[in-house]
């Protein structure tokens, strides 16, 4: 057994590696530069993350998303491999103790934010670092053709500057011909061994179908198969109104948004994932990271907004081979709505300068200045004071984020955090003395074990009880001791935060991000009518239509899409899936009647008796004399 393989089974708990795995290591591990592009579940943070084991030195990985670096980090951590992420997040001064914990803590992993990357103080400390590779993930956000396209991944390039010698391995689950030219050219990837896996999943089932009622169709769907399933919503109201509706007919589901904390995203994922719930309600903030292979059911309720989006979010399905189902409902409105909804999401570059502008004078910042503090933003308010509708806003700012102009963190957290940081002659003084500032201090010592090494949640409403004051007087002391760089206070906020990133020049920044937005609103329209097309073609198989688009050429038809399958446009269940919860219910209730079976599916009774005919005839299952089933052992 060769090293790498060492690796995998003591890590990754698996004995052999999944085509093209091994051949993507053995092209990094001779120091290749390496594109990959393979779908959703193929395992791709592997074939960086191991190589990376084999080697000294750091492994950086780019990555866009604070929430996806955050699980990746979790997952290697839990497999005993020492990794920190940098976002924007973080102030200069945590970012200072992150690099001294790098360069002394033996970590393996460093993940960074492609917009925390453009500091000219993160480029220093980067070309300071040994780094074995640079793992770009999500690179097709480079290209302007790109469904995600972010700016700052534009000035990844310098990295080849601080570190030309070392190669590179770039991911993608998505990217068309042109952004994987793109890609190639903006990276200057040398030579680059290109591993592309096909996007065809023949043990995936897509139906497209036309109905009147989402709703009950849905619910039917879900009633009709008692395993891991994810409802995907196109919006946040709807997520907690699907599983609300789910929970009504007697059907576990929790729900995930973005607005969501961190705590209920992690607590909602868990639920999922541990199978408390086995139905996910969820807008496209929920995806990226998953690893859960036994999903067996995809719903969309809404049209996607491309279908790079489509295709990764049904990605999520059978993973581990086994037979999965992709259906999404629609009716007539739904295209009314995509229309809508993507209209409201369409901001011009002239509102993003309004709204700039607005921002710096709602935190009264002036021209040439950059307060670097991390505001909270309550974004109701600012539209109400500015009569801007909620949704102009949202974008605006968004788009203000991903042209690396601010940083707009929309989490936020029920409970505030605190680390000491402090321990020299300074701290040992502000605890001696008999000020306000030395008894909190105290208290936090004493009662919060581990404060030096890590973050610890408390409760400042705690703390004021023990010193006879108000929860708000202990916020300014923690404030204080903060800004005497004592400790870091991380206070809960039920808001957004904001931190401007560039000094407030607002012409200028208007022409730096103006034809970026108008290439971006232009790419949407165009990705939205690619996918309604694709929705509304009832001739010709979904598997051929989908791969066409990404150039990949099917054979033959599929044999298992609705339009093979040429079902009729109201719901069709599978005979299969049917079947299945058949047996599943006699397996907990065995002998039962007709009626007692169709009480239980919700579904219509002679399409019940057709399948119970069926399994009889097969032996799968049995009748006895008072004419109820049960199953044949």
């Given at each position: 057994?060769?090293?790498?393989?060492?690796?995998?089974?003591?890590?990754?708990?698996?004995s052999?590696?999944?085509?093209?795995?091994?051949e993507?290591i053995?092209?990094?591990?001779?120091?290749?530069?390496?594109?990959?592009?393979?779908?959703?579940?193929?395992?791709?943070?592997?074939?960086?993350?191991?190589?990376?084991?084999?080697?000294d030195g750091i492994?950086?990985?780019?990555?866009?998303?604070?929430?996806?670096?955050?699980?990746?980090?979790?997952?290697?951590?839990?497999?005993?491999?020492?990794?920190?992420?940098?976002?924007?997040?973080?102030?200069?001064h945590?970012?200072?103790?992150?690099?001294?914990?790098l360069?002394?803590?033996?970590?393996?992993?460093?993940?960074?934010?492609?917009?925390?990357?453009q500091?000219?103080f993160?480029?220093?400390?980067i070309?300071?670092?040994?780094?074995?590779?640079?793992?770009?993930?999500?690179?097709?956000?480079?290209?302007?053709?790109?469904?995600?396209?972010?700016?700052a991944?534009?000035?990844?390039?310098?990295?080849?500057?601080?570190?030309?010698?070392?190669?590179?391995?770039?991911?993608?689950?998505?990217?068309?011909?042109?952004v994987?030219?793109?890609?190639?050219?903006?990276?200057?990837?040398?030579?680059?061994?290109v591993?592309?896996?096909?996007?065809?999943?023949?043990?995936?089932?897509?139906?497209?179908h036309?109905?009147?009622n989402?709703?009950?169709?849905?619910?039917k769907?879900?009633?009709?198969?008692?395993?891991?399933?994810?409802?995907?919503?196109?919006?946040?109201?709807n997520?907690?109104?699907?599983?609300?509706?789910?929970?009504?007919?007697?059907?576990?589901?929790?729900?995930?948004?973005?607005?969501?904390?961190?705590?209920?995203?992690?607590k909602?994922?868990?639920?999922?994932?541990?199978?408390?719930?086995?139905v996910?309600?969820?807008?496209?903030?929920?995806?990226?990271?998953?690893?859960?292979?036994?999903?067996?059911?995809?719903?969309?309720?809404?049209?996607?907004?491309s279908?790079?989006?489509?295709?990764?979010?049904?990605?999520?399905?059978?993973?581990?081979?086994?037979?999965?189902?992709?259906?999404?409902?629609?009716?007539?409105?739904?295209?009314?709505?995509?229309?809508?909804?993507?209209?409201?999401?369409?901001?011009?570059?002239?509102?993003?300068?309004?709204?700039?502008?607005?921002?710096?004078?709602?935190?009264?910042?002036?021209?040439?200045?950059?307060?670097?503090?991390?505001?909270?933003?309550?974004?109701?308010?600012?539209?109400?004071?500015?009569?801007?509708?909620?949704?102009?806003?949202?974008?605006?700012?968004?788009?203000?984020?991903?042209?690396?102009?601010?940083?707009?963190?929309?989490?936020?957290?029920?409970?505030?955090?605190?680390?000491?940081?402090?321990?020299?002659?300074?701290?040992y003084?502000?605890?001696?003395?008999?000020?306000?500032?030395?008894?909190?201090?105290?208290?936090?010592l004493?009662?919060?074990?581990?404060?030096?090494?890590?973050?610890?949640?408390?409760?400042?409403?705690?703390?004021?009880?023990?010193?006879?004051?108000t929860?708000?007087?202990?916020?300014?002391?923690?404030?204080?001791?903060?800004?005497?760089?004592?400790?870091?206070?991380?206070?809960?906020?039920?808001?957004?935060?904001?931190?401007?990133?560039?000094?407030?020049?607002?012409?200028?920044?208007?022409?730096?991000?103006?034809?970026?937005?108008?290439?971006?609103?232009?790419?949407?329209?165009?990705k939205?009518?690619?996918?309604?097309?694709?929705?509304k073609?009832?001739?010709?198989?979904?598997?051929?239509?989908?791969?066409?688009?990404?150039?990949?050429?099917?054979?033959?038809?599929?044999?298992q899409?609705?339009?093979?399958?040429?079902?009729?446009?109201e719901?069709?269940l599978?005979?299969?899936?049917i079947?299945?919860?058949?047996?599943?219910i006699?397996?907990?209730?065995?002998?039962?009647?007709?009626?007692?079976?169709?009480?239980?599916?919700k579904?219509?009774?002679k399409?019940?008796?057709?399948?119970?005919?069926?399994?009889?005839?097969?032996k799968?299952?049995?009748?006895?004399?008072?004419?109820k089933?049960?199953?044949?052992?």
């Amino acid at each position: 057994m060769n090293k790498a393989t060492q690796l995998l089974e003591k890590h990754w708990g698996f004995s052999t590696f999944r085509a093209p795995q091994e051949e993507i290591i053995n092209a990094v591990l001779a120091n290749q530069d390496v594109f990959v592009l393979l779908p959703t579940g193929a395992g791709k943070s592997l074939c960086y993350q191991l190589p990376a084991l084999l080697n000294d030195g750091i492994c950086l990985v780019i990555s866009p998303l604070i929430a996806l670096m955050e699980d990746q980090v979790k997952s290697l951590e839990e497999k005993g491999i020492k990794a920190l992420a940098l976002s924007s997040k973080l102030n200069r001064h945590e970012t200072i103790i992150a690099f001294d914990n790098l360069e002394h803590g033996n970590y393996k992993f460093l993940y960074v934010s492609p917009e925390k990357l453009q500091s000219e103080f993160i480029q220093e400390k980067i070309g300071q670092l040994h780094l074995n590779l640079i793992a770009i993930d999500e690179v097709h956000c480079i290209s302007q053709w790109g469904h995600d396209f972010r700016p700052a991944y534009l000035k990844i390039p310098l990295l080849t500057a601080l570190h030309p010698h070392t190669p590179k391995i770039v991911l993608t689950a998505t990217a068309t011909a042109a952004v994987q030219k793109d890609v190639v050219e903006n990276l200057q990837l040398h030579d680059a061994k290109v591993f592309k896996g096909s996007y065809y999943r023949n043990n995936l089932c897509i139906r497209i179908h036309k109905t009147e009622n989402i709703r009950q169709g849905l619910v039917k769907l879900v009633k009709s198969i008692d395993e891991p399933s994810i409802i995907y919503v196109g919006s946040r109201k709807n997520a907690i109104y699907y599983a609300q509706l789910l929970e009504h007919n007697n059907i576990k589901a929790t729900y995930y948004h973005g607005g969501l904390s961190h705590e209920e995203k992690s607590k909602s994922f868990q639920l999922w994932k541990s199978e408390s719930c086995k139905v996910m309600v969820a807008t496209n903030a929920f995806g990226m990271g998953i690893d859960k292979s036994n999903v067996r059911l995809i719903i969309h309720t809404h049209l996607p907004n491309s279908i790079e989006n489509y295709i990764q979010e049904i990605g999520r399905a059978g993973r581990d081979d086994k037979k999965a189902w992709a259906y999404l409902l629609y009716n007539d409105n739904s295209f009314y709505e995509s229309d809508r909804l993507i209209e409201k999401s369409i901001v011009s570059p002239e509102d993003c300068k309004v709204i700039f502008t607005k921002l710096n004078d709602y935190y009264q910042i002036g021209m040439g200045e950059v307060n670097e503090h991390l505001f909270d933003f309550d974004m109701q308010e600012f539209s109400s004071r500015y009569h801007f509708t909620y949704n102009k806003v949202y974008y605006a700012l968004n788009h203000l984020h991903n042209e690396n102009i601010i940083f707009l963190d929309q989490g936020f957290s029920k409970n505030s955090r605190i680390r000491v940081i402090d321990q020299s002659d300074n701290l040992y003084h502000a605890q001696r003395s008999n000020s306000d500032a030395s008894q909190v201090l105290q208290i936090l010592l004493r009662s919060y074990g581990g404060i030096h090494d890590q973050f610890i949640t408390i409760n400042e409403k705690f703390i004021a009880q023990k010193l006879n004051k108000t929860k708000q007087e202990i916020s300014q002391i923690l404030n204080r001791l903060e800004t005497d760089q004592v400790l870091i206070y991380k206070k809960a906020s039920n808001h957004m935060t904001i931190k401007f990133l560039v000094p407030r020049e607002d012409n200028f920044i208007y022409h730096s991000i103006s034809d970026h937005i108008k290439n971006r609103n232009n790419s949407k329209l165009k990705k939205a009518s690619v996918l309604k097309d694709m929705l509304k073609n009832d001739l010709i198989c979904r598997q051929i239509l989908l791969l066409d688009y990404f150039s990949e050429n099917l054979s033959e038809p599929c044999g298992q899409c609705d339009v093979c399958l040429k079902s009729k446009p109201e719901l069709k269940l599978d005979q299969e899936i049917i079947s299945k919860s058949i047996i599943d219910i006699l397996g907990h209730h065995n002998n039962l009647s007709i009626n007692e079976i169709s009480e239980y599916l919700k579904l219509d009774k002679k399409l019940i008796i057709k399948t119970l005919e069926i399994l009889v005839e097969k032996k799968s299952i049995d009748l006895d004399l008072q004419n109820k089933f049960y199953l044949n052992k």
